[in-house]
């Protein structure tokens, strides 16, 4: 097996319905994740991109959540429209996309 140039990790995350966290599967995360297999699988990019789900990554209220090694880049909000704009731009050509960056302040 080749090691994966870049592996993201789709928040795969449930929670039953009134939880207060909310989760990144209410958010559509179970919809983006089969998005992001269809997008590799189109590509054909096995042998360079991983794609895997993943618990809980941290700002559920802000999912569903996005993160790609090996820069450790947290994605927010991802809807399946920027999935082909992540691939091309990120995946491929190793340059964040911006506006869908974590807030810093997540970080504090
Ligand atoms: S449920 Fe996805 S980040 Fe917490």
Redesign the pocket.
Known sequence: MPKPRKHVFV?????PPGHP???????G?SELLQAFWQELQKRNLFDQIAVSY????????I???VLVYPEGTLYVRVEKSDIAEIFDQHLLGDTPVERLLAPTEIWN
């Open positions: 928040c795969s995350q449930s929670r966290k909310g989760s990144c599967v209410q958010n995360g993943t618990g809980c990554i941290g700002p559920c209220d999912g569903p959540n």
